[in-house]
């Protein structure tokens, strides 16, 4: 088979995780007869360096053509006083694909378990969610929004506003992830306040009547953040709006202990559907440590992994990464953060990280 792959290693320590995918994309391909082409381009604040635009035609036509984008991270403190900043590059390029749906696990790999800001009795039970964001719409995107004075006094506004059809789509993206977990879903939502989390809930109901098999929750977003610290177990799938997601997949990876293990994916739909998808790992561009080879590749393979189950249909290679990830931790080596106060154990650079991680596969 042949796929196609963009990658945009962009600010910070993306190139050298990048780097490190390239050498586990290359191994996967060793092993399993593969063929992936890889086109990079440029992105956030190089790419304003090099263009003056945090997200260049090009690029953007080079992803459009892509089965999937492999992403770094963006941005720094030296863009930071620039019209565009280079985060407005990514979000212009979710928009762009209509990247409407965000998948985040939080997992406590056992090897980890120590670093949980957690007790440990609240973690031994195994944690493994994944929070299902949606994320071209509601109060991040909805109009009208700014600021004005009003009786001499300075105002600002945003507008939370979400259409059946948004919710629909990423209900459905939630019960599909869940048929293939543990087929349960925690919706999230304010609908004791909110006329959007009213509409949410119906919405969500109706969406449920074709997924029969999956089991679907409810909470408000207070109390599910509370869950989230007391019994984080509980959770398989959890569904909800882009403002709420966003603070609670933060949270669920600070049960997990470092951001520097998290991958995610954001999709415009099934991959069978014609639907694309960008991969990166949350951690962001760590300006402070770029160059340095101290960076967690993890994330960005992990990420990897993501893309090759989820929209190449390769889950045997996707196992094959996440077990070599695996192994490495289990043989006791660490990245400085993830190694625990005490650790005794060989502290890895990020180049070194890669290749071993290659290997295994």
Same mark, same amino acid.
């Given at each position: 088979?042949?796929?196609r ?11 050298? @995780?990048?780097a490190?995918?390239?050498k586990?994309? &290359? ?18 604040g ?9 997200l ?17 991270a963006?941005?720094?403190?030296? =863009?930071?006083?620039?019209?565009? /900043? ?13 990247l409407?749906?965000?998948? /985040? ?9 120590e ?20 994320? %071209?719409?509601?109060l ?8 004005e004075?009003?009786?001499?006094r300075? @105002? ?12 629909? /789509?990423?209900?459905? !993206? ?9 087929? &349960?879903v ?13 509409? =949410? ?6 969406t449920? +009547?074709? =997924? ?13 953040a509370m ?8 959770f ?28 995610? *994916? ?6 069978? $559907? ?11 561009s760590?300006p402070?440590i770029?160059? +340095?080879d %101290? *960076? ?8 990897? *992994? ?12 996707? $196992? ?10 289990r043989?006791? /080596? +660490?990245?400085?953060?993830i190694? !625990?106060?005490?650790?005794k ?17």
């Amino acid at each position: 088979m042949n796929k196609r792959i963009v990658l945009l290693p962009g600010d910070g320590i993306g190139p050298e @995780v990048i780097a490190q995918c390239l050498k586990v994309l &290359r191994a996967v391909e060793g092993k399993f007869g593969l063929t992936v082409d890889t086109e990079e381009a440029l992105i956030g604040g190089a790419a304003i360096d090099a263009t003056g635009d945090p997200l260049p035609e090009t690029t953007l036509a080079a992803c459009r053509k892509a089965d999937a984008v492999l992403l770094g991270a963006v941005g720094g403190p030296q =863009w930071d006083a620039c019209p565009r /900043r280079p985060e407005s590059g990514l979000l212009a390029l979710r928009k762009q694909l209509d990247l409407f749906a965000n998948l /985040r696990p939080a997992v406590v790999f056992p090897e980890l378990a120590e670093l949980s800001a957690l007790h440990p009795r609240t973690v031994e039970k195994g944690v493994d969610i994944l929070v299902v964001r949606e994320l %071209t719409g509601g109060l991040y995107f909805g109009r009208p929004a700014g600021e004005e004075k009003r009786g001499g006094r300075r @105002v600002a506004f945003n507008t939370m506003i979400y259409s059946e059809d948004e919710i629909r /789509r990423i209900a459905r !993206a939630a019960f599909s992830a869940a048929r293939s977990r543990s087929g &349960r879903v925690c919706s999230v939502d304010k609908s004791n306040v909110l006329h959007v989390g009213r509409l =949410w809930r119906t919405v969500v109901e109706e969406t449920h +009547r074709d =997924w029969p098999d999956v089991e679907l929750s409810h909470l408000y977003v207070d109390n599910c953040a509370m869950q989230i610290i007391i019994n984080p177990a509980q959770f398989d799938v959890i569904l909800t709006g882009n403002l709420f997601g966003d603070i609670l997949s933060d949270e669920a990876a600070a049960v997990t202990g470092s951001l520097g293990m998290l991958p995610s *994916a954001s999709l415009s739909g099934p991959a069978e $559907d014609g639907g694309t998808g960008i991969y990166e790992p949350v951690h962001g561009s760590a300006p402070d440590i770029a160059g +340095r080879d %101290t *960076a967690n590749p993890f994330a960005a393979i992990l990420s990897l *992994a993501m893309m090759l189950r989820m929209t190449l249909g390769l889950p045997e290679a996707a $196992d094959a990464v996440e077990k070599a990830v695996r192994a490495v931790l289990r043989e006791g /080596r +660490r990245t400085a953060d993830i190694a !625990a106060v005490g650790h005794k154990g060989a502290i890895l650079g990020c180049n070194e990280a890669g290749d071993l991680t290659a290997a295994k596969v």
